[in-house]
């Protein structure tokens, strides 16, 4: 008896040990890579050995969207849509839809603050690759371009048209948001629950870290630093931020950055350097945080208060912060 006993011990110690090294616990695990033109990075809760093929899928997703999305590849189709104008209708994947029907959304709700049809534009500025400021006559001929009633979509048959020569979308401003909320359906379809998709200041999270609260995600404060502005517990939802210290070159003391108001064409001048938006999603919060850098303090603050589901913080030039009553503060 005593023999058997002692045979069994180790036995059982070996497949408890296998059986512990195989399954693991579920830990929080991450990737950064670098995809449009920014860096993205994943994180799951998972064993370590479900994290691998979920994080390579989550990559997958975002690269097929920047193949959709991409305002430098030739062959994206937001390339060919543009390529198209004034030409003929495109037919483009169900993402392309959803994000433009988004992006019109955003840009009837903020009264045009937020227009996709700055592409040329932003495309002028050369901001970052090749900056430069463009005279009043190349921008004043812009401005035709800009009419949203322009731009035809077909859910039917799956097509986009720009209806005028030269006219061109940019989701520059709202398809990273997308981007993180399309990686969190696909890690949920490969059966992680829980996790964060940071597409630059663009973030989205779903459900709860290893010991079951929430993901404290910072806000970057824009003088800089590492203490985050502000810290937000969040399970289902996205935080986004728009600032002018992202993309930007300065000429003769002049700072011109990325985000321009569709009335001038050029940065927009409201005395903000930074706006965060949290939304129940990440494509409303990439959007509605463009949209509120355009609109400034007072006009954006009072559309941030009318929108259900959307709480949004500014920070003026000064550092005066103010934000929507509903902002979680602590
Ligand atoms: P974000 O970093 O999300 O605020 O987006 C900024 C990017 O959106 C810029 O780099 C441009 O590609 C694009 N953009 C600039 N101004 C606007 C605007 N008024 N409406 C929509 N997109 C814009
Ligand atoms: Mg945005």
């Not at 986009?160 to 990273?176: E, T």
């Not at 600032?243 to 070159?249: A, S």
Request: proline share 6%; charged share 20%.
């Amino acid at each position: 008896m005593l023999r058997a006993g002692l045979l069994v011990g180790p036995l059982v110690g070996l497949v408890i040990g296998l059986w512990g090294c195989q399954q693991g616990s579920p830990k929080i695990v991450h990737r950064s890579e670098l995809h449009m033109g920014t860096t993205v990075t994943i994180t799951v809760v998972a064993r370590e050995d479900e994290a691998k093929y979920a994080l390579d899928m989550g990559f997958a997703e975002v690269a097929a969207m920047e193949a959709v999305f991409s305002s430098y590849r030739a062959d994206s189709h937001l390339s060919k849509v543009n390529t198209a104008a004034g030409d003929e209708p495109v037919l483009v994947p169900e993402s392309f839809i959803v994000l433009l029907k988004h992006a019109l959304l955003v840009a009837r709700q903020s009264g045009g603050a937020f227009n996709p049809l700055v592409g040329p534009a932003v495309k002028r500025w050369g901001i970052p690759e090749a900056p430069r400021v463009p005279s009043d006559a190349e921008l004043n001929a812009l401005h035709s371009l800009l009419d949203l009633a322009e731009v035809h979509i077909n859910p039917i048959r799956g097509t986009v048209y720009l209806s005028r020569p030269g006219m061109a979308l940019g989701l520059g401003g709202i398809a990273k948001g997308f981007t993180a909320d399309r990686v969190v359906v696909r890690l949920k379809e490969h059966g992680i629950n829980g996790g964060i998709v940071a597409v630059a200041g663009d973030v989205t999270t779903f459900g709860l870290r290893p010991d079951g609260t929430p993901w404290r995600i910072g806000v970057r404060n824009p003088q800089g630093g590492d203490a985050p502005l502000r810290q937000l517990a969040l399970t289902d939802g996205a935080v986004s931020t728009s600032g002018d210290y992202e993309r930007f070159f300065e000429l003769d003391g002049v700072r011109y950055h990325h985000i321009l108001d569709p009335r001038t064409l050029r940065p927009a001048r409201v005395g903000l350097t930074a706006v965060s938006v949290l939304a129940p999603s990440g494509v409303l919060a990439d959007g509605y945080a463009t949209a509120l850098f355009v609109m400034g303090p007072k006009a954006g603050l009072a559309l941030a208060e009318h929108l259900e589901g959307i709480e949004a913080l500014f920070v003026a030039d000064t550092g005066a912060i103010i934000s929507t009553s509903g902002w979680p503060d602590g």
